[in-house]
C-alpha cells in the first residue's frame, strides 16, 4: 500500500475537529415552552438512571429537614426564588421520595407569636397527626437561637433577661421534642461570639452557654420522667464563622473541649452533630474531626451537605462537590459501625423551583447518599484493598533495629502502597474496577 501523500494525516485530523465542531454547533433546541419543561426534566432525569425506589430509600437513617426543603432561595443579598411550603406538603413530598425521619427548629413550623402558647401545641399536634398519616418519626428537633433580634448578642448575653429567655426557649423545645417522640436536640450557637474585639470576656460568656444546655438537660430529665421516656440526646454544632465574626465554639474539636471542660454538667447527655461543610469552611479535614469525635465516643448524629474548603456555607447536596472525600468519610464511619441519623441539611439552589426541591433536589441527595455509603462498603471488602493495608501494617519484619536508615530502606517500597491505595479508591469511585475504559 502506497503511502499517504504528505499533509493527508493531517487534512483528515482537521476535518474530524471541523465536523465536530459542526455537529456541536447544529446542536441547538428550540424554546422550552413553560408547560413542556417538568416533562424535559422529568425525561433527562430518567435518562440518568440509577434510581433507588422509595422502599430502598426508607432502609436508610436519613432524616429531612423542614427548613431545607421549606428555603425559600433568600440569603444575604438573595432575594426569595420559590414560596413558601407549610410542614404537610413537606412530610407529604418525604413520604413520596422514601424519607422515613422529619426534623425541625421551633420556629420553622411555630411563629414567634405562639411560642409556649396554647397555639404551639395545637401545631404540634398537627404535625404528630401529619407524621403519623405518612408514616414518618420526628426524629430531632432543634432551637433557633440566631435569627430573631433578642439574639443579637448570643443567647449567652450579658443581660441575664436574655439568658432567661434563651433557657425557656431551650426547655420549650424539649418539651415539643418528646411530644413529638424525638430522639436528638441539636444546638447550633450561631451567634455565640462577636463582632467586634473586646465586646464580651469569652470564658464568662462560655460559662453562661453552659448554663443554658445544663438547664435544657435538667429539663430534658423532669419531662422524660413525665413521658416514661428516655432522656434526648443533645448534639452540638461547630461553625467557624457566620453570623458572628468570630465564634466561641467554632469547631467540633472546641465543643468536644468544652463539653469534658467541667462546665457542663451533664456531660454524658451532651455529644456532637458535626456538619460536613461546618468543617470544610476553617479548612479542617472532615475524616479527620469524625475520626476525634469517634474516638470520644461523642459522634452522634450527622448533617451532611457538601461544598468548598474555606468558603461561605453554600449548603450544596451531598457528594455534588467532593464526591471522593465522601467516600472516604463514608469508609470511616462504615468501618467504626456509625449507627445515627444522616441528616440532609443542604438547601437546593436558588435556581431550582418548588416542584424541582421535591422531584429532584431530595430523590437525588438521596440516591447519591446510598451509592457512595454502598461504595464504600465495597471499598471495605475490597481484595486490593485489604491486601495492601495488611501489607503495610506488616512492614517488613525488620523487629528490634534501632537504625532509623535500615528501618526505612526495608519498608520504603511497601509505602509505595499508600499512593496505589489512594488510587484503588479512585477506581472504584468511577467504576473502573468494574471494567470502565478511559480514552484520550
Known amino acids: 500500500m502506497a503511502p499517504s501523500p504528505p499533509g493527508t494525516q493531517e487534512s483528515r485530523r482537521a476535518l474530524g475537529i471541523l465536523a465536530k465542531a459542526l455537529l456541536i454547533s447544529s446542536w441547538k433546541m428550540n424554546p422550552i415552552a413553560p408547560n413542556q419543561q417538568t416533562a424535559l426534566v422529568d425525561r433527562l432525569m430518567s435518562a440518568c438512571g440509577g434510581s433507588y425506589t422509595p422502599a430502598q430509600r426508607r432502609k436508610y437513617f436519613i432524616t429531612g429537614p423542614q427548613w431545607a426543603a421549606a428555603y425559600e432561595g433568600h440569603?444575604?443579598?438573595?432575594?426569595?426564588?420559590?414560596?413558601p411550603v407549610s410542614f404537610e406538603t413537606v412530610i407529604a413530598e418525604y413520604e413520596k421520595i422514601g424519607i422515613g425521619h422529619w426534623t425541625t427548629h421551633d420556629t420553622d413550623v411555630i411563629p414567634y407569636e405562639a411560642v409556649g402558647k396554647d397555639q404551639q401545641w395545637e401545631i404540634v399536634g398537627r404535625i404528630g397527626a401529619a407524621l403519623q398519616k405518612h408514616g414518618l418519626e420526628c426524629s430531632m428537633v432543634t432551637t433557633e437561637t440566631f435569627h430573631h433580634a433578642v439574639f443579637a448578642a448570643s443567647p449567652a448575653?450579658?443581660?441575664?433577661?436574655?439568658?432567661?429567655?434563651?433557657?425557656?426557649?431551650?426547655?420549650?423545645?424539649?418539651?415539643?421534642?418528646?411530644?413529638?417522640?424525638?430522639?436528638?436536640?441539636?444546638?447550633?450557637p450561631g451567634s455565640l461570639g462577636y463582632q467586634i474585639q473586646g465586646?464580651?470576656?469569652?470564658?464568662?460568656?462560655?460559662?453562661?452557654?453552659?448554663?443554658?444546655?445544663?438547664?435544657?438537660?435538667?429539663?430534658?430529665?423532669?419531662?422524660?420522667?413525665?413521658?416514661?421516656?428516655?432522656?434526648?440526646?443533645?448534639?452540638?454544632?461547630?461553625?467557624?464563622?457566620?453570623?458572628?465574626?468570630?465564634?466561641?465554639?467554632?469547631?467540633?474539636?472546641a465543643m468536644l473541649a468544652w463539653i469534658f471542660s467541667g462546665l457542663v454538667k451533664y456531660p454524658d447527655m451532651v455529644g456532637l452533630n458535626p456538619e460536613y461543610l461546618h468543617e470544610l469552611m476553617w479548612g479542617g479535614a472532615v475524616r479527620a474531626a469524625l475520626a476525634r469525635a469517634l474516638m470520644c465516643k461523642k459522634l452522634w448524629h450527622f448533617d451532611i451537605n457538601d461544598g468548598y474548603r474555606l468558603k461561605h456555607d453554600v449548603d450544596i447536596a451531598v457528594g455534588l462537590v467532593n464526591p471522593l472525600d465522601w467516600l472516604n468519610v463514608f469508609v470511616l464511619l462504615r468501618s467504626h459501625g456509625y449507627n445515627g441519623p444522616f441528616n440532609l441539611d443542604y438547601k437546593p439552589p436558588r435556581t431550582t423551583s418548588n416542584w424541582g426541591v421535591f422531584a429532584m433536589s431530595f430523590p437525588t441527595a438521596v440516591d447519591r447518599f446510598i451509592t457512595l455509603w454502598e461504595m464504600a462498603g465495597e471499598l471495605l471488602e475490597d481484595p486490593i484493598m485489604k491486601e495492601a493495608q495488611a501489607a503495610l501494617k506488616a512492614g517488613s519484619g525488620l523487629t528490634g533495629s534501632k537504625d532509623a536508615t535500615a528501618i526505612f530502606e526495608a519498608n520504603k517500597e511497601l509505602m509505595n502502597l499508600h499512593e496505589l491505595i489512594a488510587h484503588r479508591i479512585f477506581q472504584i469511585l468511577v467504576g473502573a474496577h468494574r471494567g470502565r475504559v478511559y480514552s484520550v
Open 157 to 188: 448575653a450579658e443581660s441575664p433577661e436574655i439568658r432567661e429567655y434563651a433557657k425557656y426557649r431551650l426547655e420549650n423545645t424539649v418539651a415539643i421534642g418528646h411530644e413529638l417522640g424525638a430522639k436528638y436536640a441539636v444546638y447550633w
Open 199 to 253: 465586646a464580651v470576656e469569652e470564658t464568662e460568656t462560655l460559662q453562661w452557654y453552659a448554663e443554658g444546655m445544663n438547664h435544657a438537660c435538667e429539663a430534658d430529665i423532669r419531662i422524660a420522667k413525665q413521658k416514661g421516656r428516655a432522656t434526648l440526646k443533645h448534639c452540638m454544632e461547630a461553625k467557624p464563622f457566620e453570623p458572628a465574626a468570630e465564634i466561641l465554639l467554632p469547631t467540633s474539636d
Open 75 to 83: 440569603a444575604l443579598f438573595h432575594a426569595p426564588t420559590r414560596t
